[in-house]
C-alpha cells in the first residue's frame, strides 16, 4: 500500500545551518505531496505542498521538490531559526482525500 | 488559511466513562472532516472520515462503538469516546475540508487522559 518514510528525529541543528529532511513515498499513480508543521502542543500548519513531478513547493524559506525518478520530496531550508524548532511530517494525498502523513522528524534549532 | 477549533483542548477522565469532542470549522462548510489520533513522537493515524449528513467511515481495526463520530452540521463534527480506558488516553486532531480532495485544515488537537 502508499506509505511514507521520513528521516528519523531529532535533528539538532545549529542556528543559521543548513537543513535537510528526507522524505520518500510509495504509492501508485503519482498523488499529490505536502509537509506539514506542529509546534509544540498544538495541530498541524500545512507547510507547503506539490502536486506534480518535478513542482516546487515553498514557504517561508522552505522547499521541496517532487521528484518522481526518485520518489522523494525531501524538505530544506538554507538558514534554520530558533523559531523553526518543531515536528515537521511529509503526507501524500491518498484515494478518497485521505492523508498518509510519516512518521514525523523533530527539529531542534539552537541559538 | 481557515481555522478549525477544538474544544476542548485538553480533558482529564476516569475509567469507563464517556468523552466528547468537538470540531468546528470557524469561517469555512466543511463537507468533510477526518479525525486523526496522535501517540507520543508519532505519527497521525487517521480514524475515520465523516462527511455531513451521512455515516462516518472508520479505518480498519478503528472500534466504530468505541468511537463515534458524527457530522451533524457543515461546521460541526463531534468525536464521543465511549467507556474509555486508560489505553484510549492520546491526542485526538480533527482536520476538516471544503470538500474530500480539498486542503484539510487541522484543528489544535485534544488531550485525552483516561485515568
Known amino acids: 500500500g502508499d506509505s511514507v518514510t521520513q528521516m528519523e528525529g531529532p535533528v539538532t541543528l545549529s542556528e543559521e545551518a543548513f537543513l535537510t529532511i528526507n522524505c520518500t513515498y510509495t504509492?501508485?499513480?503519482?498523488?499529490?505531496l505536502f509537509w506539514y508543521v506542529q509546534y509544540p502542543g498544538e495541530g498541524l500548519q500545512l507547510l507547503l505542498k506539490?502536486?506534480?513531478?518535478?513542482d516546487k513547493g515553498s514557504n517561508k524559506g522552505f522547499e521541496a521538490t517532487y521528484r518522481k525518478e526518485t520518489t522523494s520530496f525531501h524538505l530544506e531550508k538554507g538558514s534554520v531559526q530558533v523559531s523553526d524548532s518543531a515536528v515537521y511530517f511529509c503526507?501524500?494525498?491518498?484515494?478518497?482525500?485521505?492523508?498518509?502523513f510519516g512518521q514525523g522528524t523533530e527539529l531542534s534549532v539552537k541559538p | 488559511g481557515a481555522v478549525v477549533s477544538q474544544h476542548p483542548s485538553r480533558v482529564i477522565c476516569k475509567s469507563g466513562t464517556s468523552v466528547k469532542i468537538e470540531c468546528r470549522s470557524l469561517?469555512?462548510?466543511?463537507?468533510?472532516m477526518f479525525w486523526y489520533r496522535q501517540f507520543p513522537k508519532q505519527s497521525l493515524m487517521l480514524m475515520a472520515t465523516?462527511?455531513?449528513?451521512?455515516?462516518?467511515?472508520?479505518e480498519q481495526g478503528v472500534e466504530k462503538d468505541k468511537f463515534l463520530i458524527n457530522h451533524a452540521s457543515l461546521t460541526l463534527s463531534t468525536l464521543t469516546v465511549t467507556s474509555a480506558h486508560p489505553e484510549d488516553s492520546s491526542f485526538y486532531i480533527c482536520?476538516?475540508?471544503?470538500?474530500?480532495?480539498?486542503?484539510?485544515?487541522f484543528g489544535p488537537g485534544t488531550r485525552l487522559t483516561v485515568l
Open positions: 482536520s476538516a475540508s471544503q470538500d474530500l480532495y480539498n486542503e484539510q485544515f
Open positions: 503526507a501524500l494525498l491518498y484515494q478518497g482525500g485521505k492523508l498518509i
Open positions: 504509492a501508485t499513480g503519482y498523488p499529490s
Open positions: 506539490a502536486t506534480k513531478a518535478d
Open positions: 465523516s462527511n455531513e449528513g451521512s455515516k462516518a467511515t472508520y
Open positions: 469561517d469555512f462548510q466543511a463537507t468533510t
